[in-house]
């Protein structure tokens, strides 16, 4: 159990166009996702958190108008990145939190590689 | 914020051999996990251990809350131990803090 996806796994795209990455919780709620960011070698950067319903929390120095969160579903959010950049590529990997466990154990996704060319 | 420092920053070691990695940190939590990311980027559970200590086969974790730091050993370790250990503890009551990682190649 426990299980989070990312939609696409690997993407390509060229500067100035927009990427969309999903995240799914397969066999649970999560009222909470986060998202963070890893650059090569380095560790996961919290990029924001999203809750279901409402408006998503950003980390000091993540532009909101370029990254939009969207979390329409106790199973879904989504992470677009408008008009990317070649600085924008990075490995942006999703967590969620269970709904209604006492422990605050978070499942993460597989991650997304995203290059922008 | 609290801060979490891992050790040692990269560590290499022969099929085979046991290794000890450490996460200290700089506030009481309630909370620490312990991951391994595989070289595809995949991060996987290994522990949820906010005290005490904790077996799963060849892996170990103890986590001393009191003092602040938590250790996780690999024991007759192989290649596919190759990867990045991270610890990370609850933050802001929400989302979690990383350490910087431990990078671990097993060479065969």
């Known amino acids: 159990g426990a299980v989070v996806s990312q939609h696409p796994s690997w993407v390509i795209c060229k500067s100035g166009t927009s990427v969309k990455i999903e995240c799914r919780s397969l066999?649970?709620?999560?009222?909470?996702m986060f998202w963070y960011r890893q650059f090569p070698k380095q560790s996961l950067m919290l990029m924001a958190t999203?809750?279901?319903?409402?408006?998503?929390?950003?980390e000091q120095g993540v532009e909101k108008d370029k990254f939009l969160i969207n979390h329409a579903s106790l199973t879904l959010s989504t992470l677009t990145v408008t008009s990317a950049h070649p600085e924008d590529s990075s490995f942006y990997i999703c967590?969620?939190?269970?709904?209604?466990?006492?422990?605050?154990?978070?499942?993460f996704g597989p991650g997304t590689r995203l290059t922008v060319l | 914020g609290i801060q979490v420092e891992q050790s040692p920053p990269d560590l290499i070691l022969q099929e085979g051999a046991n290794s000890t990695l450490r996460c200290n940190f700089s506030?009481?939590?309630?909370?620490l996990q312990w991951f391994h990311q595989n070289p595809w980027g995949q991060l996987i559970n290994l522990f949820y251990?906010?005290?005490g200590t904790k077996q799963n086969g060849r892996l170990s974790a103890t986590t001393v809350a009191t003092e602040r730091y938590s250790l996780l050993y690999i024991s007759s370790s192989q290649t596919t131990d190759s990867g990045v250990y991270f610890c990370?503890?609850?933050?802001?009551?929400?989302?979690?803090?990383f350490g910087a990682g431990t990078r671990l190649t097993v060479k065969p």
């Open positions: 967590s969620a939190r269970a709904s209604g466990l006492s422990t605050d154990t978070q499942y």
């Open positions: 066999d649970f709620q999560a009222t909470t």
């Open positions: 999203s809750n279901e319903g409402s408006k998503a929390t950003y």
């Open positions: 506030d009481s939590v309630n909370n």
């Open positions: 251990i906010p005290s």
């Open positions: 990370a503890v609850p933050y802001n009551n929400n989302d979690m803090r």
